[in-house]
Every structure is written in C-alpha cells, then in structure tokens.
T-cell receptor, first 111, second 116 residues
Framework: DQQVKQNSPSLSVQEGRISILNCDYT??????FLWYKKYPAEGPTFLIS?????DKNEDGRFTVFLNKSAKHLSLHIVPSQPGDSAVYFC??????????FGSGTKLNVKP | GAVVSQHPSRVICKSGTSVKIECRSL??????MFWYRQFPKQSLMLMAT?????????EQGVEKDKFLINHASLTLSTLTVTSAHPEDSSFYIC????????????FGPGTRLTVT
C-alpha cells in the first residue's frame, strides 16, 4: 500500500532549464511534505519542505507546490544545474513519527 | 551540523549469522531514530521507530525478533539482523531527529547488507 508515489522514475533536463518533479499521495491526514536529495552511496539529505496548510514554499532555486485537492505536490528547480543530478525522494509525515517515502525520481541535468 | 553516521557501510555475512549496524548522531542528541530499508528502485520503507531508553515501535510486517533495535543513548541506535537470510540482503538506512522534534530527519549514509 504505497501512500506516496513518484510515477516518473527518471527525468532528463538541459542545464539552465526548469526541472519539475512530481509526487502524488493518498492520505489526506499527512501534515508535512518533504523533498530529499540522494547521491549514490549516501543517505538522503533534506532539501525543502511544506506544511499542509500552505500551497507554496520557496528556497532559492527550489520551490515546492502543494495541491491538496489533487493530493499532489511538485518540486521545481530553476535554473537546473548539473550538480542537481541525483535521486529525489518526496516524503510525507503522518502522526508526527511516521514518514512515507516515494520511490524516487532520478534527475539528470545535462550540461 | 546534524551529521549521522552508520557503521559499517558494507557488510557481507553468511546465512544464519547475525549482523549489527550502528547509527550515531555525531553532533546532536537524537531522541528519536528511524530505521529504513530500501530495495532497488523502491522507496524507503520504515521498519521501526526507536526512542532513547524505550522499546522500538515496529511497522506492520517487520519481525521484531529478527530485527533487534536498541536505542541505548541519545547518540546511538543499533539494528541487529539476527539469523540473516539472503532475502534480508538490502540497503539499510537510519535517520535521527533532534531533541526539538519537528519534521526534519537527518539520514545516515546507509549500510549495504549482503547475505550469502
């Protein structure tokens, strides 16, 4: 029972363009949504988050959008840089201690 | 800040043996630590949540007698895979949350377990 889904296993974008990574969820009780970035052989690192009471959060080149009615969130990276190439996981928090992760999207930013 | 280490990074063991994986928060105290398992091209699956000084809370379907978790101090949690079998081969990742709580977790680099 996958409550958080990332339907695109991979995404390729040209340097300087926008990267849009998508995530869908099923549980309306999630109160926080997070994006993590993961390089090979390393643990995920926190990137950006959004509370369920907001619809947008921006941090530099990274913006997360939340559409609660559609149970959908997205991460926008603009402009994309080669160093952004990594696997991106979205995650959702339920009941303070439970975190559900998507399966990840591998982003490749081409120079 | 907020560095979490795991040891070992890779381990190969024979079927039937036990393996211990350590997770340490290096520069902060972690009241809560989480253990995840990741299969290839799949999401991180939460195995259990441990709070310092108390018993771990296991997710449904995770055998607590097989995956022993000890959170003896505010900086150390251990996961012991007992009587390992080849199907236990996986990537195990721990994360820690600081005393302030909140939604952020800081992840360790993971441990690749291979059971032969």
């Amino acid at each position: 029972d996958q409550q958080v889904k990332q339907n695109s296993p991979s995404l390729s974008v040209q340097e300087g363009r926008i990267s849009i990574l998508n995530c869908d969820y099923t549980n309306s009780m999630f109160d926080y949504f997070l994006w993590y970035k993961k390089y090979p052989a390393e643990g995920p690192t926190f990137l950006i988050s959004i509370s369920s009471i907001k619809d947008k959060n921006e941090d530099g080149r990274f913006t997360v959008f939340l559409n609660k009615s559609a149970k959908h969130l997205s991460l926008h990276i603009v402009p994309s840089q080669p160093g952004d190439s990594a696997v991106y996981f979205c995650a959702a928090r339920y009941n303070f201690n439970k975190f559900y992760f998507g399966s990840g999207t591998k982003l490749n930013v081409k120079p | 800040g907020a560095v979490v280490s795991q040891h070992p990074s890779r381990v190969i063991c024979k079927s039937g043996t036990s393996v211990k994986i350590e997770c340490r928060s290096l520069d902060f105290q972690a009241t809560t630590m989480f253990w995840y398992r990741q299969f290839p091209k799949q999401s991180l699956m939460l195995m259990a949540t441990s709070n310092e000084g108390s018993k771990a809370t296991y997710e449904q379907g995770v055998e607590k007698d097989k995956f022993l978790i000890n959170h003896a101090s505010l900086t150390l949690s251990t996961l012991t895979v007992t009587s390992a079998h080849p199907e236990d081969s996986s990537f195990y990742i721990c994360s820690a949350r600081g005393l302030a709580g909140g939604y952020e977790q800081y992840f360790g680099p993971g441990t690749r377990l291979t059971v032969t």
